[in-house]
């Protein structure tokens, strides 16, 4: 199958789609992005949706995620501080490639479970 896009050699560093793959390499990076699918979200609510993140784990994806411009972080002057983050249209964007795996997961979950009991097992 013929690629749409422009070659940049087998495995080049700055190739678009190895930096796509690689921010799926961080484990929570893809679920944070699903979580605020629906809008803003305070961290401590974001926390509470995901399940199984720690507070420090949180922070440092969401941190990443701002530098790499797929969430914005807002901050209100109020007392106590509130902070809100956001998807940006990258951010948004992402959630494709997401679905689509989610997808993927739905239609072959038992299948690659299965095999990987048989390789246990084996």
Not at 34 to 42: E, I, K, N, T
């Amino acid at each position: 199958m013929e690629s749409p896009f422009a070659p940049y050699g087998d495995f080049a560093a700055d190739c678009p789609a190895r930096l796509a793959v690689d921010l799926f390499a961080s484990a929570w990076l893809p679920v944070v992005v699903f979580a605020l699918r629906d809008g803003p979200m305070r961290p401590g609510r974001l926390r509470r949706e995901i399940g199984g993140i720690s507070q420090k784990v949180l922070t440092q994806t969401l941190r990443r995620m701002e530098s790499y411009g797929l969430v914005e972080r807002h901050r209100y002057a109020e007392a106590p501080p509130r902070v809100e983050y956001e998807l940006t249209g990258a951010g948004r964007d992402l959630l494709v490639p997401i679905h689509a795996l989610g997808q993927w997961a739905f239609r072959h979950a038992d299948t690659v479970a299965a095999a990987m009991e048989r390789a246990e097992t084996g």
